[in-house]
Structures are given as C-alpha cells and as structure tokens.
C-alpha cells in the first residue's frame, strides 16, 4: 500500500505534488504543539522547604546552610526567595515551568507578594530566576539576567552548584534589601480591637503576652494560699504588707500599669487579712494546692506558650504569588 501510494504521487504533476507537500507541512506545524502538550508536565513539588532538592544535588549541611539562610533572610526582610532543583522541565521550557511553579506556590507576602524562585533544570543544563511582580522594580529582567551570567552559570560549569546559587544569593538579597518593602513586623496584637472583632485568643491580653484572667485566678487563688504562709511565718500585719508588695510587684511586671499594679496589692492585703487556716479547714478546700498548680496561673509565669508558632523552619506559602513571567533564563 505504501508503495503503491508512492507510484502514484509520484505520477502527479510537479505543482500538485509541491501543493500537497505545503499542506502536509502546515497541518503537521498546526498539530506539532497539540501533540507536544499531550505529553504529561513535569509535577510541582509541595514547598516544604525553601530549598527543594529533587536531584540530590546537596548533600545535609550544603542544604541546610542553604535552607537557614533563605530562612533568616525570610524573617529580616518578609520577602521569600526559594530554590528548586529539578532533573528537568521537559516538555515544558523552563520558564513556563518556573511561571508553573510560583503561581502555585504563590510565595511571598500576601498583600505584598514578594517573592522570588530559582530553578535549576540539572540535565537540561538550565537555569531560571522567576520573579514575582511586587519584585520586578527590585530585580529587572536584565538584573537576573546578569545574576544568571555573571554568578550562576559560571560556577555550574566548574560543578560548584553550592558556589553559584551562594553567588547568586548574594546579589539578589543585597536588591531586594534596597527595595522600599514594608517591614515583616507584625503590628502588636490589639486587645481592644479583638474584643471588637470576637477574637478571643487576642481579647484581654496585652502586647506582652498577659491575660487578665491569669490576674484573677492569681489573686483569688495563690494569694489567699501566700498570704496563709508569709501570716504563719512572719505574723499577721507584716505577712499581709509583704504578700501585698509581692503582689503588686508581679502585676506591674506582667502588666507595665503602675494602677493595675496597686489595685491588685490592695486586694492582695485584703485577701491575705483573711484567715488562710481557715479557708484551708473548710470541706473542699484542702486541695486548693493542687488546683493551683493546674490553673492558668502558670500562663503568668511561665509566659504565653499558647499563642506560639511552630517555628520549625518549616516552608510555607505566604499567600503572595502573581507572578507574571518576569525574570530571566540561561544555560551552561
């Protein structure tokens, strides 16, 4: 059949051969791109980390220096900066990958969205640095270009792929440092404003961490029971002055309110005028103790542990992302 196809093209005049031979090329030019999409796109990795080694590339400490250091410049300035490294982003060129990669990731600020990625495509011998917009003025096309030429690829062709991404680290940090960013300290909590908005993790607590009702279950609590032992120890009159100025002291200390401190010694002194043996002798009362001990009087003490993040160097998306095809490619 092939053959007999063949006898009778070849049997067709010269200008229908030509005609048929243009139209072969122009249906195989319009269905090239179909077919080459067909084929499956690379995967994106979920942003662990700031530095995604998916080409063991990095031995332990190498990422880790990586990986503390993009942290660090994380917490000084807000902005995320991450690394990818690939085998490769066939089919895909590698910007339309890198595009891929930080609209899904949509790193850095979220009102902001300052962030930037480098990727390295390892046996496609490539390299891209994807810029989020709220970065291009800090980090033009032509910048991460030259970061790419000058920093990158240079040290890639010795096989010093730590050196290169160090290099390029560095230029990079020093322009987005020079950028006018907001900075990355969150506003204090408002406790006021929270009461307003029903936050209840953020009502009643101040900027450093305190909780009012730490306050009431340390004095209708712990200072009766301190009153009782400074009263038996000391007598009645000085016990009660001293669990007073104890008192008051710690109010001021968790509070920095010279009038929330002197209210709570004056109702120290009351309570601690109150017979402790007394309270004590009562049905139900004898294990007051212990019922301290396991009250919210240790928040007081030992600072807000609730309200703490994870802090574990963990990589998260910060919600910024927008990244419009900036940035820059090139090769070693």
């Known amino acids: 059949m092939p053959l007999a196809f063949f006898v009778s093209f070849s049997k067709l005049s010269r200008p229908v051969r030509a005609w048929l031979a243009a139209a072969a090329l122009l249906l195989m030019a319009l269905f090239a791109p179909g077919l080459a999409q067909a084929q499956k796109l690379q995967p994106i990795p979920a942003p662990a980390m700031h530095v995604t080694d998916n080409t063991n590339t990095f031995d332990a400490r190498q990422k880790s220096a990586l990986e503390a250091r993009l942290v660090n410049f994380e917490q000084a300035t ?4 991450a690394i990818l490294m690939v085998q490769t982003t066939a089919p895909e ?4 990958y890198a595009n891929r990669v930080g609209n899904t990731w949509k790193i850095g ?5 300052d962030g930037l990625v480098i990727i390295v495509a390892k046996r496609d011998r490539k390299v891209r640095i994807e810029v989020a917009k709220a ?3 800090a980090v033009p096309d032509l910048a991460a270009k030259e970061v790419i030429d000058e920093a990158i690829t240079p040290a890639f062709r010795a096989g010093d792929y730590v050196g290169g991404l160090s290099n390029a680290l560095d230029r990079l940090e020093t322009r987005i440092r020079a950028e006018a960013l907001p900075s990355p300290t969150p506003p204090a909590p408002d406790a006021a404003q929270a009461s307003i908005d029903g936050d209840d993790a953020l009502a009643g607590r101040n900027p450093n961490g305190f909780q009012w009702y730490d306050l009431a279950v340390f004095l209708f609590i712990a200072v009766p029971l301190l009153g009782g032992v400074l009263r038996r120890l000391l007598g009645r009159g000085f016990g009660s002055v001293l669990a007073a100025a104890i008192v008051g002291g710690l109010a001021f200390l968790f509070t920095w309110s010279v009038p929330a401190a002197g209210v709570a010694a004056v109702l120290a002194w009351v309570l601690a005028m109150l017979s402790w043996s007394g309270l004590s002798s009562r049905p139900g009362m004898r294990g007051l103790p212990g019922v301290i001990a ?5 928040n007081v003490l030992g600072g807000s542990s609730r309200g703490s993040s994870s802090g574990g160097g963990g990589f998260r998306s910060g919600g910024g992302g927008d990244f419009g095809g900036g940035g820059a490619s090139g090769d070693w």
């Not at 060129?93 to 339309?96: C, E, P, T």
């Not at 600020?109 to 969205?113: C, D, K, T, V």
């Not at 396991?294 to 240790?298: A, E, P, Q, R, T």
């Open 135 to 137: 970065l291009e003025g």
């Open 294 to 298: 396991g009250s919210g009087f240790g």
């Open 78 to 81: 807000g902005s995320q900066v």
């Open 109 to 113: 600020r979220r009102a902001i969205g």
């Open 93 to 96: 060129d590698i910007a339309a």
